[in-house]
């Protein structure tokens, strides 16, 4: 890679390749097409990676008050969510919370959202919340 530190990043349980085979597998014996030449591209350049870290412990949703959270997004990834999962998720949902944008916690913490509508309808509350607790003018 030219001296440059590069970061592959990903789950294996979540989504299947872009092309018929993994990266680590065998080449099938295709040739010709753009897809087949992609496809050998990336099997190249996963070839040439010398180095790999595995990480094995969850670090963003540590600690024993979290280890239930941590079992249900496993669950997720493999698509194989309990009918408790699926509330504890719904409860999470934006129509299920009312945010207090006033409060730290809210002050910083991402939303994930579908549409832009949206994003901005949240933009535009937290915006009037910072207004007032901060005592300026929008």
């Known amino acids: 890679f030219g001296g440059i530190n590069i970061i592959f990043a990903g789950d294996f349980a979540q989504l299947p390749p872009v092309v018929d085979s ?5 080449a099938p014996n295709k040739s010709g097409s753009d897809t087949a030449l992609k496809a050998m591209q990336g099997r ?9 870290v595995i990480l094995t412990q969850v670090m963003r ?4 008050s979290n280890a ?3 079992e249900l997004l496993n669950r997720l990834r493999l698509g194989q969510c309990t009918l408790d999962d699926h509330r ?10 009312q945010p207090d ?17 949206i994003k901005d309808a949240y933009n535009q ?8 607790r901060t005592g300026r003018a929008l």
């Open 22 to 26: 993994k990266l680590f597998s065998r």
């Open 44 to 52: 190249l350049l996963w070839l040439s990676v010398d180095t790999v």
């Open 61 to 64: 949703q540590g600690g024993d």
């Open 68 to 70: 239930s959270f941590v």
């Open 88 to 97: 504890a998720l719904n409860q999470q949902l934006a129509e299920n919370i």
């Open 101 to 117: 944008w006033s409060s730290k916690e809210w002050a910083t913490a991402p939303l994930i959202v579908t549409e832009n509508a």
């Open 125 to 132: 509350r937290a915006t009037e919340a910072f207004a007032q």
